[in-house]
């Protein structure tokens, strides 16, 4: 069910401390951790603690979540002095855009020149 912890989720593991992870920043709602390989400078993965499979089925059940997880991305910009210089924030949907897993999460990546429009 949505919202429900998925027992093959690895950010459900994440959430529930079974799998490790660097976190960078923790709310009631979201957490925000490094993501394990790296594609700039920062690259951070905020996340809804409950599960939802895409960002748009998050904000379609989770409105206020949904408003977390983005404010939480613009913290984490913050955090990491990004906010002068230009960030991203990604939210990869579906397998056929780059999505492989299927908890929502927004990548936020900067440090470096980011090119439009992205491959
Ligand atoms: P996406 O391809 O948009 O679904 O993004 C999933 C991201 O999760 C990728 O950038 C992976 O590098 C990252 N990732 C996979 N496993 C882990 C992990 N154990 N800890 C942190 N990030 C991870
Ligand atoms: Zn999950």
């Not at 950010?11 to 390989?37: H, W």
């Not at 230009?86 to 492989?100: D, S």
Request: aromatic letters at 6%; proline letters at 8%.
């Amino acid at each position: 069910m949505a919202g429900e912890p998925q027992g093959d989720c690895l950010f459900c593991k994440i959430v529930q401390g079974e799998v490790p992870a660097t976190l960078v920043r923790a709310t009631e709602t979201t957490l925000a951790f490094r993501d394990i390989n790296p594609q700039a400078p920062t690259h951070v993965l905020v996340i809804p603690r409950l599960h939802y499979p895409d960002a748009a089925s998050l904000a379609a059940a989770a409105p206020s979540v949904a408003a977390d997880v983005l404010r939480e991305a613009g913290e984490v910009a913050a955090d990491e002095k990004l906010d002068g210089q230009g960030y991203r924030i990604v939210f990869n949907t579906g397998a056929g855009a780059g999505q492989t897993v299927f908890h929502a999460h927004a990548h936020v990546l900067g440090g470096r020149g980011l090119n439009w429009p992205p491959g």
